[in-house]
């Protein structure tokens, strides 16, 4: 198992552009996809992106495709999701989360075994 950590979220104005970073404590890492998810209070867990353990494959949902990039540095052991243009739709509790299926980047929740406790973005106009 790994432990991970989310970083990065905060207050922000509508526009503008955020790095979400998702961490891991395990040397292991790079035998984990790795998967973002986000939750707006009242709504159910959306996701948003997943990229394999190499990070030669990546996948997006429906609910920030086009204004999100996700990757990864295994010597960092981190994945980064990169937000721009963040609207006050994009409010919401951000998760990371890994599965070690290879090279996995669908979207099932279930599907994934290791959550961290996820950041908190908030987008002000």
């Known amino acids: 198992q790994i432990q991970l950590v989310e970083s990065g979220g905060g207050l922000v104005q509508t526009g503008t552009s955020l790095r979400l970073s998702c961490t891991a404590s395990?040397?292991?890492?790079?035998?984990?996809?790795v998967a973002w998810f986000r939750q707006a209070p009242g709504k159910a867990r959306a996701f948003v992106a997943a990229?394999?353990?190499?990070?030669?494959?990546?996948n997006y949902g429906d609910s920030l495709r086009g204004r999100s990039t996700i990757s990864r540095d295994n010597d960092k052991n981190a994945v980064y999701l990169q937000i721009t243009n963040l609207q006050s739709e994009d409010t919401a509790t951000y998760y990371c989360?890994?599965?070690?299926?290879?090279?996995?980047?669908?979207?099932?929740?279930?599907?994934?075994?290791?959550w961290g406790k996820g950041t908190q973005v908030t987008v002000s106009s």
């Open positions: 989360a890994a599965t070690s299926r290879y090279s996995y980047t669908r979207g099932l929740i279930n599907d994934y075994s290791q």
């Open positions: 990229i394999s353990q190499s990070g030669g494959i990546s």
């Open positions: 395990a040397r292991t890492f790079s035998s984990y996809a």
